[in-house]
């Protein structure tokens, strides 16, 4: 709490985020607003520095619950609704490229 002295309490979800999209495994909340922007946050740095999964649109994040849902992010999906649920790949795949660049 030291390191957070002065620091509004209501900025504490966004540095929550901030630390948690670095992890090398990320356990989150189906459904969660606040795990999908991490969700994302995390397929930005793995596709930045080329990390394992960054070619397949995979990351090593996983959902408590439903069951059902534990492994999304361990497996490529395209968008589809309802899309408020999770992050998709194509949030954070070829972001930096051009439209030339894509139709090559």
């Known amino acids: 709490k030291d390191l957070l002295k002065g620091i509004n309490a209501n900025y504490y979800g966004m540095l929550d985020q901030l630390v948690a ?3 090398r495994v ?3 909340t189906w459904r969660s ?4 922007y991490i969700n ?3 397929g930005y740095y793995i596709t930045k520095h ?3 999964g960054y070619k397949e649109g995979t990351m090593d994040s996983y959902y408590f619950v439903p069951t059902d849902k534990r492994n999304q992010m361990k497996n490529y999906h395209a968008v589809k609704k309802p899309i408020y649920m999770r992050e998709f790949p194509i949030s954070w795949r070829d ?3 051009g439209i030339e660049e894509l139709h090559q």
């Open 33 to 36: 607003t606040l795990s999908g």
């Open 21 to 23: 999209y670095k992890g």
């Open 50 to 52: 080329k990390l394992e």
């Open 95 to 97: 972001i930096d490229k």
């Open 40 to 42: 994302r946050m995390r």
């Open 26 to 28: 990320f356990f989150g």
